[in-house]
């Protein structure tokens, strides 16, 4: 179910190079007749969440790349699930594509028994959108300043810290699970259903912390609310320039960022997903484009080719697995 490592095709597409020079419209491609008519994009969750951003603010520029609309369709439904096992079974033609993320892509697969679909076999993984860094948050009244602190104070009082997710097998569950087998602190999970809830619950103290999506948090931390220990980055955030990352206090381990991606059903042509992959990195590199994601906290997506983008994610699955099995978390 979880492959450790690309199983078919991307071999010439890592050797490909961007091609960028006169993208604008992308005129020359394998096959003149793609794209030639609306493309849906499909995003597993409601329509004002993270993903669904990410989906709307690529929409026009990629209308604008490949010459054709872009139509946004919200498909919510077991937590990110429902769309993606119905993108997987979409004609492989390059119309119908997912917004994927780490909830659907990777924690979906490694907690939901039935959930229908392999993140590797069932999709061509084409480009990353964006990546979000991820932070330790805590509640502001605690007596802790430092990562170190934080454990220190984890380690003496054990199991009396309270973290929250945004669910059973959420993707804030696998990070502090990773966490705390990493640093030997035990805490309890309090899940809850869905970002919005969480925000809420961290705010009011009923879990005394987080490892989650900083984007969520970010105006709660600059207004003092709550308080940054560590950022999950490959650098200092200019948003948090005095907040150190996850490799800094020791565990480069947990210095995972969180991504969203877009994936088209496994079996479209290699041409496509070239046009595809093209499209994305011409939006993704403009100053305005650069200017929005910067804006929200989001890191710019690399230069990462759907063969590196696939290898990333097989190494995941088998990096958050061992932490599933360990754990032995199951979504209902």
Known sequence: MHPTQPTRRHILNAGLGLGLAG???????????????????????PPGGSVDIMARQYSEP????????????????AGGSVASQMVARARPDGY??????QSSHLANPLTQPKVGYD?????????ILGRQPNALVVHSSLPIKTFKEFIDYAKKNPGKLNYGSGGVGSMGQLNVE??????????THIPYRGGTPLITAVLANEVQFILDNLVIMLPHIQAGKVRALAVA??????QLPDVPTMAEVGYPQ???????????PGGTPDAVVQTLYKAVRQAATSPAMLASLKDRGVIAPEEMPPAGFEKMMSERLVTFGEVVR???????
């Open 178 to 187: 990773m966490l705390k087998a990493a640093t030997g602190v035990f805490t």
């Open 326 to 332: 360990k754990a032995g978390i199951t979504a209902e």
């Open 254 to 264: 947990l210095n995972l960022t969180s991504w969203t991606g877009l994936a088209a």
């Open 62 to 77: 990629l209308s604008s790349v490949l010459g054709v609309p872009i139509v946004v369709e919200n498909r919510a439904g």
């Open 96 to 101: 119908t594509l997912v917004v994927s993320s």
């Open 23 to 45: 993208l604008a419209p992308l005129a020359a491609r394998a096959d003149d007749k793609y794209p030639s008519r609306p493309i849906t994009l499909v995003v597993p969750f």
């Open 119 to 127: 993140p590797i076999k069932d999709f061509e993984n084409i480009a």
């Open 233 to 238: 980055a490959d650098k200092r955030l200019p």
